[in-house]
């Protein structure tokens, strides 16, 4: 009898299934994220307007992320970490992704650096290099509005170790105060561009720039087309209602209507690249 080297074990096969078991039970791995910044009511022109182009036609400045300030206080105890969060606490509003129901916005306790204590029994751990690079361990609690009635109810500890526990948890109803809808500053706001034709026959090209703290940022999809085809002519650009009420062919100048402007929102801010 000759032994049948190309089928694996069926030991080695339950073992398999069983890792991929607990793969696909594992807790997500939240990790915390910038907040999204609020689109605030635009400075946009009303009405009619001459296009010339390169002109802004639309332009909304941005808010700063909202802040929570605790009205009750709060006392949280999971996988040992114990926090008390008395009444005047401010949490940073942040995003973090996966968390069931998607609230748009969670609120996060300021991150702590590691104590001595702590660095130390991680530089003990991982020896020399540990010494050169001390382990950080932090956890931080995030907690969340689920039904929009201004009191926080359910929260989440992210960065623990282990596998149980990381999924959020309802909390007793805590009451807070939103401080939102001051502006971002620097000359941050979201342009919308009249561009012309863009090289095209029978559209015209809006752009749609991010302009942050005076840097510009890279939106996905930031150019949108009106088709002039057939004149008036409208089109809805970051929720704004664009009407092309004429257009000069051989100027390229157009004359729109507003009639709509940005729409307030949230916005996520691209990452910066190198």
Known sequence: MTADYHRPPRLFLAAFVAVLALTAAKSPDYKIQPASVPLLPGRTLKGEQIAV?????AESPLGRPE??????????????????????????????????????????????EPSLAKAMVGSMAFGLVGMLRPTKLVTRYCLYDSDNDEKLDHAILIGAKGESGHEPFAIPPARYGLISG?????????RLRYAGTAGEKDSLSFDAELVVFGLNRALPGA???????????????????????????????????????????RLVVPEQKP
Do not use: N, W
């Open 53 to 57: 182009p390169g002109a802004v036609v």
């Open 67 to 112: 802040t929570a300030l605790l009205v009750d206080p709060i006392t949280l105890d999971r996988l040992g970490q114990k926090r008390i969060f008395t009444r005047e606490t401010v949490f940073e509003s942040a995003r973090v992704a996966g968390i069931p129901g998607d609230p748009p916005v969670v609120f996060c306790e300021t991150e702590q």
């Open 182 to 190: 001051m502006m971002l500053g620097g000359g941050s706001e979201l």
């Open 223 to 265: 150019r949108h087309q009106i088709s002039i085809a057939h004149l008036p002519a409208y089109g809805i650009i970051e929720g704004a209602v664009v009407t092309v009420l004429e257009f000069d062919a051989k100027t390229k100048i157009a004359r729109i209507r507003i009639d709509r402007d940005l729409a307030p929102g």
